[in-house]
């Protein structure tokens, strides 16, 4: 008998019908002779109208609040769709990530899972029962709800594989799996079979919407395998795993664009030791993440200190660094919200050269200006404009050959490369 951790996300519950053919797809993977935990998303669009209607009453809401607000969606889907599996017969129970023995670190919105004591879950499983666990939340130590973090029932679903040493963890979605980049800006894009850990979790925090990036995390660190399929369709989907030898000889495995960056600029610094570390410091102490830096060449023993954030970290680091410019004696500081950050990623490019100039030369093509460059072992980043980004992408995904399989792309590059003789 293998324990199945299934994930369904926001769209595959999104209204009552969805949660019937859920429910079935559920049924049958007990019926077929295995034990199930499944976690639930919120329905559909429920966590951002949640989030509207916090706004429209203010509009900084109170963290431990808006929290408490949040975790009612994937409660309320556990629910349901446990009431589903019963209407079909199936024998199950829901539970809140705190029934369920989750336990999170302190910090609201962004809540790390510490512990998870799945004794309870067990008991029911033991009792040849469904468990349907509310996704994306747990207890904290002041025994307060905390999130995880948008997309964060994927990590509450990793963390139950490893707690419970599922066999699998099935995150199943409304796409068939993970793609070479978003089949909505590409229409070439393909699905993948595998994916190293490393690669996914290049691109999930480089704006691929696939998995939310810290379930990548935890399930690399766990060794738990992931598959991301359809719940539409039964059919396979993406294995991510330990990476191989087989996967570096492909260069790039995937391509993402994140909108959600704005360019934050301290502008007129002076240029002396320990300015960057106190605007550093002060960034790191509000938990606030900061993905690429630019420092631009001194004139005049003062420079332009530019990085980027989250969009919806826009007024927390307004708030963070307005204080500093005056004390680190800066003459201003301005955000750009137009920007978005394009990256490619593979384990390949640890063994092959030549992969920026590439990239730059295919942007260069399309004039498209690079604002910011960032690069790790496997991937490249750039900040364009946000107006560039999908051409960027698919000029990319096309100029590296990611679509089609190599007997078919064949001809076609040869026709490129004599046109340009
Ligand atoms: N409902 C939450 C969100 O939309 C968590 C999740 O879907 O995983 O971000
Ligand atoms: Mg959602």
């Known amino acids: 008998m293998a324990l199945y951790v299934q994930k369904y996300g926001g769209s595959s519950v999104a209204d009552a019908e969805c949660m019937r053919r859920v429910a079935k797809r559920i049924y049958d993977t007990q019926r077929a002779g295995n034990q199930v935990v499944v976690v639930v998303s919120a329905m559909g669009d429920t966590t951002d109208d949640l989030i509207a209607l916090a706004k429209q009453v203010n509009p900084e809401p109170n963290e431990r609040e808006m929290d408490s607000l949040m975790a009612t969606g994937e409660m309320a889907s556990s629910a349901v769709l446990t009431m589903a599996l019963h209407a079909l017969g199936a024998k199950a129970i829901s539970m809140t990530g705190h029934q369920a023995g989750i336990r999170v670190d302190g910090t609201h919105l962004k809540a790390k899972i510490e512990a998870i004591n799945p004794k309870r879950i067990q008991k029911h499983l033991d009792q040849g029962q469904v468990v349907v666990v509310a996704g994306f939340q747990g ?64 691109l999930a925090s480089c704006g691929a919407e696939v998995l939310q990036s810290r379930a990548v995390e935890f399930a690399k660190n766990y060794g738990v395998v992931l598959e991301v399929l359809s719940s539409f369709v039964v059919k396979p989907g993406t294995l991510v795993r330990e990476e191989d030898e087989k996967m570096e000889q492909m260069i790039i495995r995937g391509i993402a664009a994140d909108k959600n960056q704005a360019k934050a600029t301290l502008l007129g610094v002076p240029d002396t030791p ?41 007024a927390k680091t307004k708030r963070v660094i307005e204080p500093l410019v005056k004390s680190v004696q800066a003459a201003g500081l301005n955000f750009d919200g137009d920007i978005a950050k394009v990256s490619l990623v593979g384990v390949g490019m640890k063994s092959h050269s030549g992969v920026a100039y590439r990239m730059f030369d295919v942007l260069a093509k399309h004039k498209i200006n690079i604002e910011m460059i960032s690069t790790s072992e496997i991937k490249i980043s750039v900040a364009i404009r946000a107006q560039d980004a999908d051409q960027a992408v698919r000029s990319l995904h096309q100029a590296f050959g990611m679509g089609a399989k190599a007997k078919k792309k064949a001809p076609a590059k040869k026709k490129a490369a004599q046109k340009k003789k």
């Not at 997309?151 to 594989?161: E, I, K, R």
């Not at 320990?274 to 001194?298: E, T």
């Open 139 to 202: 207890t904290n130590p002041s025994e307060d709800i905390a999130t995880l973090g948008r997309g964060g029932s994927d990590t509450t679903a990793v963390a139950l594989a490893a707690a419970l040493k599922a066999d699998r963890c099935q995150i199943l979605k409304d796409v068939d799996g993970v793609f070479t980049a978003n089949p909505r800006v590409v229409p070439a894009a393909r699905k993948l079979d595998e994916i190293a850990y490393e690669e996914m979790l290049e």
């Open 274 to 314: 320990g300015v960057a570390a106190r605007i550093f410091k002060a960034l790191a102490a509000a938990n606030l993440n900061v993905d690429m830096i630019v420092q631009n060449v001194s004139a005049a023993g003062v420079t332009d200190v530019s990085f980027t954030v989250a969009k919806d970290d826009i």
